[in-house]
């Protein structure tokens, strides 16, 4: 099964229109990866969303997400796939690292949104989800973000996870630390919980 998400001319020129309508910049590396695993931090206000997918539209990269099966029922369903969703059965849910790599190993192009903190409120540690996707699946970690301090966003760069998870997470750690979220009172540092305790990430890490 491919998910992959055809962002045509016309979602090119909406995501291209938004920015400007609220006088934000793109300033974007060229993706260089068809599949990837996808964050955007930091992620403090409703605001984020619709700014990263019209970010995403102006980068012409096609962003999938996971969802719960049920929000994909008869009326909005079809508005949820067109955003890019992509239904995970009940059964599924319980191992959605799994569940995702094995996406990654079926599709020629995909590239994943994770919310990585999981919140928008100020959390100790982000969740693990997106670097055991990664990791698992041997695809690159793509840094997205939305600067409100300067009103920039794109894309910048990408880590490619080793499994020696603090080294890895220095590397994230010094991408974010000069972006300012709509929120900054919120704002949660990427660290993950596992950096404490072993090199490596649990196989039993959810996305959610």
């Given amino acids: 099964m ?3 998400v055809s962002t045509g001319s016309a979602r090119y020129w909406i995501g291209k229109a938004w920015l400007a309508l609220f006088g934000w910049r793109l300033e974007t590396e060229a993706p260089t990866h068809e599949k990837f695993v996808f964050i955007a931090a930091p992620h403090t206000s409703g605001w984020d969303l619709p700014l990263m997918l019209a970010t995403s539209y102006a980068m012409r990269v096609p962003i999938s997400w996971m969802g719960k099966q049920e929000l994909f029922r008869p009326p909005f369903g079809w508005f949820l796939r067109g955003l890019g969703g992509i239904p995970i059965d009940r059964g599924a849910r319980k191992n959605r690292v799994g569940w995702a790599i094995e996406q990654f190993a079926r599709s020629p ?13 100020r959390v100790d540690h982000w969740k693990s989800g997106f670097y055991r996707i990664a990791l698992g699946a041997s695809v690159p970690i793509g840094l997205g973000y939305l600067d409100f301090s300067r009103k920039t966003c794109g894309l910048g760069g990408f ?14 750690r010094a991408f974010y630390k000069d972006i300012r979220g709509k929120h900054p ?24």
């Avoid at 995909?110 to 409120?121: D, H, K, Q, S």
């Avoid at 880590?159 to 994230?172: C, E, F, L, S, Y």
């Avoid at 009172?185 to 959610?208: D, I, M, N, Q, W």
């Fill in 109 to 121: 192009r995909l590239v994943l949104a994770i919310p990585a903190e999981g919140t928008r409120e």
């Fill in 159 to 172: 880590v490619m996870p080793t499994g020696d998870v603090r080294a890895d997470m220095d590397k994230i």
């Fill in 2 to 4: 491919t998910m992959r």
């Fill in 185 to 208: 009172e919120k704002e949660s540092e990427p660290r993950l919980r596992e950096e404490a305790t072993r090199p490596g990430v649990s196989a039993g890490l959810e996305v959610a």
